[in-house]
């Protein structure tokens, strides 16, 4: 296990398009993060899965978003009809089902919405 | 709202010993501090995590004093690749961990 993969790295689109972004954490990591990420600013927190099931999302996350972690292994984030404003770097975690230690995050995936 | 405050930058040059300082007046009793590293077009990087007195590793030194409202990172002996934004954070093992805009330190030759 090499970590916490993200794909694509890379995402053009158009706006008004839907994109789905994919992350794979560590095999034996039970909780999964997604933050955004734009320039110049710190990781922005947008939902939070332990398992299979989304525990907390932020106000960040609207309408237009939706995750899923079917059988609490993979994830995957949607974007539906992005806006420019969707341009960002968007970034996937994981961590232990225990206290403090840390976060693995994943190298993100870059989505511009032009 | 982030609930660390600490320098948006710092230089340095290679082979010194960098110590970049960490406000957190409310900490909480649970809260653990703890840094990352991030470097550009990547995800951050954990470095190293404590609660109080002194903590090292093989990257780094964390030294938090009794009252636990400040902290500092160490980095001994940086070099160009340590050029990155370091964040600091407070983690209670929760799921809604807060990054900050970090400190963006740079290491020149």
């Known amino acids: 296990d090499t970590g916490v993969s993200q794909d694509p790295r890379h995402k053009i689109t158009k706006r008004g398009q839907n994109v789905t972004f994919r992350c794979d954490p560590i095999?034996?990591?039970?909780?999964l993060y997604w933050y955004r990420q734009t320039l110049g600013q710190g990781p922005e927190f947008l939902t939070y899965f332990q398992n299979e099931a989304q525990l907390e999302k932020s106000r960040l996350l609207s309408d237009r978003f939706s995750a899923e972690r079917p059988k609490g292994s993979f994830s995957t984030l949607e974007i539906q009809r992005t806006e420019q404003g969707d341009s960002a770097m968007y970034l996937c975690?994981?961590?232990?089902?225990?206290?403090?230690?840390?976060?693995?995050f994943g190298s993100g995936t870059r989505l511009t919405v032009v | 709202l982030a609930k660390t405050t600490q320098p948006i930058s710092m230089d340095s040059y290679e082979g010194q010993e960098v110590n970049i300082t960490c406000s957190h007046n409310?900490?909480?009793?649970?809260?653990?501090i703890t840094w990352y590293q991030q470097f550009p077009s990547q995800g951050p990087r954990f470095i190293i995590q404590?609660?109080?007195t002194k903590v090292t590793n093989e990257v780094a030194s964390l030294f938090i004093p009794a009252d636990r409202k400040s902290s500092t990172l160490s980095l001994p002996r940086v070099s160009l690749s340590d050029t990155a934004v370091y964040y600091c954070?407070?983690?209670?093992?929760?799921?809604?961990?807060?990054f900050g805009a970090g400190t963006r330190l740079f290491v020149k030759a």
């Open positions: 975690a994981s961590s232990l089902d225990r206290e403090n230690y840390g976060y693995t």
């Open positions: 404590g609660y109080k």
């Open positions: 095999s034996e990591h039970n909780r």
């Open positions: 954070l407070l983690d209670t093992g929760g799921f809604k961990t807060i």
């Open positions: 409310n900490i909480a009793t649970n809260d653990y």
